[in-house]
């Protein structure tokens, strides 16, 4: 190449390639890759998540209904808090999936908000319902998971007057204990008590004729907002309106659900010198903890005899989601 006879190559015969040494090369260890772990992301869950949470242990799946404002929020934070300070219902604390959830709807109701008085967010409106977890202990039962579905009000609102808008309400229809909630600071006004009691007796006909409430199911009607009731001068007035409003769903669907049952709660009061954080809280999730009643027997207690297996999903009061 450089125009050198061979003789003549200054290059030839210098180094051969068997006079190269093989390099010594450690064998390399193929590393298998770690098992990854999933973490949760903190946040409320979707239908799906819930559904495979709802399947490691005992569960209650608890669907509040109620107009905005009307306290579900509140209701759900102040729970939350109040486990913090220790058994509720001789039940604790024992973990959470959904504790940024939990944190975000309870921030604006501490004193590190730097509000003067408790406040929650709305839930938004037209959004899929999503659910609040806890786990929950007690010696005598262990665990059990509790699932409180979240959906705006306005929601529910809309099915009284289009009832085919109940078809999507999943989180009641897989619900163990519904829990109606009635506003009591608006029941307190004298231009407002009409309207909260003709609107929640609505909702409640409208999601049994649509069968979002199923047959049997638990029922807590819940007077919320009562220190709003308590430092009203209409106090007493209130009170019978709601027991007027208990008597009014008991006497028309009683029949139908199972057990229906009043309460009285302060989740976060705007005044705690008369009340208390969390009032009345503790009976309420002892009513939701409770086990659930085994379906209602067909026929007067003599099975129905079905031609064809099709027939198992189409008889009234059975069907497919």
């Excluded at 047959?215 to 027991?243: M, N, P």
């Excluded at 099975?303 to 059975?318: C, Q, S, W, Y």
Aim: proline share 4%; charged share 25%; with cysteine.
């Amino acid at each position: 190449m450089e125009g050198y006879e061979i003789e003549e190559c200054p290059h030839v015969g210098k180094i051969s390639i068997n006079d190269i040494p093989e390099a010594d090369e450690p064998d390399v260890e193929v590393l298998q890759p770690e098992p990854t772990i999933s973490l949760a992301s903190g946040e409320a869950l979707d239908r799906g998540k819930a559904s495979i949470l709802q399947r490691r242990r005992v569960s209650r799946s608890v669907g509040l209904i109620g107009p905005n404002d009307s306290g579900k929020t509140s209701l759900i934070a102040g729970l939350y808090d109040l486990l913090q300070e220790g058994p509720v219902s001789g039940r604790v604390f024992a973990g959470s999936t959904t504790l940024i959830a939990f944190e975000r709807v309870c921030h604006l109701a501490r004193a590190a908000s730097r509000r003067t008085i408790p406040h929650t967010e709305r839930t938004s409106r037209g959004a899929d319902a999503t659910f609040f977890h806890l786990d929950l202990y007690q010696e005598i039962a262990g665990i059990t998971s509790l699932f409180i579905g979240d959906r705006s009000g306005e929601d529910y609102l809309a099915a009284t007057d289009q009832i085919s808008q109940a078809d999507h309400f999943f989180e009641i229809r897989r619900a163990d204990c519904v829990t109606l909630l009635v506003d009591g600071a608006q029941l307190a006004e004298s231009e407002l008590r009409h309207e909260v009691r003709a609107v929640t007796s609505q909702i409640v006909d409208a999601l049994i004729e649509a069968r979002t409430i199923r047959e049997g199911c638990r029922l807590a009607i819940v007077l919320t907002k009562k220190d709003s009731v308590v430092s009203s001068q209409h106090a007493d007035r209130v009170q019978a309106d709601f027991d007027g409003l208990v008597r009014t769903i008991n006497n028309s669907h009683g029949a139908y659900l199972g057990e229906v049952k009043p309460f009285s709660i302060a989740a976060s009061p705007k005044n705690c010198t008369q009340l208390s954080r969390g009032y009345g809280l503790d009976e309420l999730l002892q009513f939701w903890l409770q086990a659930t009643p085994p379906p209602a027997v067909l026929c007067d207690g003599v099975a129905p005899n079905f031609e064809r297996m099709i027939d198992l999903f189409t008889d009234k009061g059975v069907g497919v989601e």
